[in-house]
């Protein structure tokens, strides 16, 4: 393929970057910033292509899933986020544990995975999830149950003056089985204090999710890119999900999550470009040598561009959903869930072989 020649690749500046992703070299922080800056996304989208391709073939993975959201009151009150109500707020909402049920039973699946996620509420208390995640345990045996972010078993802990340990050893017990990678955001202090100043820090996110980790349960982990932060940041942030991974080997699949500005009280000079957007997940691809999965969420991404992402690095197209409020209040375009035969055939157009896959990505 003329994209790999080495002549090609030295006038871009990336000779180095191309031989050591042909031989399976790890890249450096500086192999980072180089491929975010070559003019060329195609380039840098090829090389992803090729590191996907080697672990995945022409594999593109979905999954039945159900997306639930239990509140959108939070105390946080992230400047990027278009979804949180303070408490007491018009359109604010708790969802009753029958409620939970019923959202799930209304939408008739036999979901795989069971994602629920939600706001950090001032007063929900530990007890309200326990029962939550047995309830659905017990009539959904086949799901994977994916709940709360990092961020979210860190406010549970100081609401009930435990540590975040004790917190998930319980929520294991009624029945979870993998944390969601949300609330990464990025990780650089400079960064996080503007976009997040009261959420859990980068240093506590990281040890929830090692702690996780050392419980026997799999999580996902994210970055939230364009908007304040620079490609330094990016690269620091996939960096030291790296460095994570290598301590303990639990995060299954990155989901990168392009920032979507409507009813955002983060005004940006200039918004991502598609083609950012690509370059961005297929540097991703590339950073994380020792995470197996990248997620192309075609909530945030849209549905075209979720398929072009499977040719820029991206193996996995998330599921069914069903609904989903955090993107679509943030003005996400994309419809509300897909059918299973919706999803292989998006999944078909871009000629990968569609693969339905359970919450651990196990093929079924
Ligand atoms: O943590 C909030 C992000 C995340 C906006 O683990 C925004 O499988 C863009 O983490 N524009 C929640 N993004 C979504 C998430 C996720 C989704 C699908 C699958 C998985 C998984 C995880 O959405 C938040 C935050 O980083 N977010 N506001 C916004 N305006
Ligand atoms: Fe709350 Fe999550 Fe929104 Fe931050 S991103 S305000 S933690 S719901």
Same mark, same amino acid.
């Given at each position: 393929?003329?994209?790999?020649?080495?002549?090609?690749?030295?006038?871009?500046?990336?000779?180095?970057?191309?031989?050591?992703?042909?031989?399976?070299?790890?890249?450096?922080?500086?192999?980072?910033?180089?491929?975010?800056?070559?003019?060329?996304?195609?380039?840098?989208?090829?090389?992803?292509?090729?590191?996907?391709?080697?672990?995945?073939?022409?594999?593109?993975?979905?999954?039945?899933?159900?997306?639930?959201?239990?509140?959108?009151?939070?105390?946080?009150?992230?400047?990027?986020?278009?979804?949180?109500?303070?408490?007491?707020?018009?359109?604010?909402?708790?969802?009753?544990?029958?409620?939970?049920?019923?959202?799930?039973?209304?939408?008739?699946?036999?979901?795989?995975?069971?994602?629920?996620?939600?706001?950090?509420?001032?007063?929900?208390?530990?007890?309200?999830?326990?029962?939550?995640?047995?309830?659905?345990?017990?009539?959904?045996?086949?799901?994977?149950?994916?709940?709360?972010?990092?961020?979210?078993?860190?406010?549970?802990?100081?609401? *009930?003056?435990?540590?975040?340990?004790?917190?998930?050893?319980?929520?294991?017990?009624?029945?979870?089985?993998?944390?969601?990678?949300?609330?990464?955001?990025?990780?650089?202090?400079?960064?996080?204090?503007?976009?997040?100043?009261?959420?859990?820090?980068?240093?506590?996110?990281?040890?929830?999710?090692?702690?996780?980790?050392?419980?026997?349960?799999?999580?996902?982990?994210?970055?939230?890119?364009?908007?304040?932060?620079?490609?330094?940041?990016?690269?620091?942030?996939?960096?030291?999900?790296?460095?994570?991974?290598?301590?303990?080997?639990?995060?299954?699949?990155?989901?990168?999550?392009?920032?979507?500005?409507?009813?955002?009280?983060?005004?940006?000079?200039?918004?991502?470009?598609?083609?950012?957007?690509?370059?961005?997940?297929?540097?991703?691809?590339?950073?994380?040598?020792?995470?197996?999965?990248?997620?192309?969420?075609?909530?945030?991404?849209?549905?075209?561009?979720?398929?072009?992402?499977?040719?820029?690095?991206?193996?996995?197209?998330?599921?069914?959903?069903? *609904?989903?409020?955090?993107?679509?209040?943030?003005?996400?375009?994309?419809?509300?869930?897909?059918?299973?035969?919706?999803?292989?055939?998006?999944?078909?157009?871009?000629?990968?072989?569609?693969?339905?896959?359970?919450?651990?990505?196990?093929?079924?």
């Amino acid at each position: 393929m003329q994209l790999f020649k080495s002549d090609y690749y030295k006038t871009m500046g990336l000779a180095a970057v191309r031989d050591k992703v042909m031989d399976g070299e790890r890249l450096s922080f500086e192999d980072g910033e180089r491929l975010f800056d070559c003019p060329e996304p195609l380039a840098v989208g090829a090389l992803a292509h090729h590191a996907r391709t080697r672990l995945h073939g022409d594999k593109a993975f979905y999954v039945v899933n159900q997306h639930v959201n239990y509140t959108n009151v939070c105390v946080n009150g992230c400047v990027f986020c278009a979804y949180q109500r303070e408490e007491g707020q018009s359109g604010g909402f708790v969802l009753t544990r029958e409620d939970v049920l019923a959202q799930l039973a209304d939408a008739s699946l036999e979901p795989r995975e069971i994602h629920i996620v939600g706001g950090c509420h001032p007063r929900l208390p530990l007890a309200y999830f326990e029962e939550i995640l047995a309830a659905i345990r017990e009539r959904y045996p086949q799901a994977v149950l994916k709940c709360f972010t990092a961020v979210e078993i860190s406010h549970f802990a100081s609401l *009930e003056g435990i540590t975040t340990g004790e917190v998930l050893t319980r929520l294991k017990v009624a029945g979870l089985d993998m944390l969601p990678g949300g609330g990464a955001e990025i990780f650089r202090p400079a960064i996080r204090e503007q976009l997040c100043p009261r959420k859990a820090t980068a240093d506590q996110w990281l040890a929830v999710h090692e702690e996780a980790h050392g419980l026997g349960l799999k999580t996902n982990c994210t970055m939230l890119f364009g908007h304040i932060e620079s490609h330094a940041d990016r690269v620091d942030h996939l960096i030291r999900l790296r460095e994570s991974q290598d301590r303990g080997r639990g995060y299954t699949c990155f989901i990168p999550l392009p920032f979507l500005t409507e009813n955002s009280k983060l005004s940006i000079d200039s918004p991502l470009t598609g083609l950012e957007e690509l370059k961005t997940i297929a540097v991703s691809r590339l950073m994380l040598d020792n995470i197996p999965h990248i997620k192309a969420y075609w909530v945030m991404l849209g549905v075209k561009q979720a398929q072009a992402a499977l040719k820029f690095g991206a193996d996995d197209f998330d599921g069914t959903v069903v *609904e989903e409020k955090i993107g679509h209040e943030a003005g996400a375009t994309s419809r509300q869930g897909m059918t299973r035969i919706e999803l292989e055939e998006m999944i078909r157009g871009c000629r990968c072989t569609p693969i339905e896959r359970d919450g651990y990505f196990n093929e079924v």
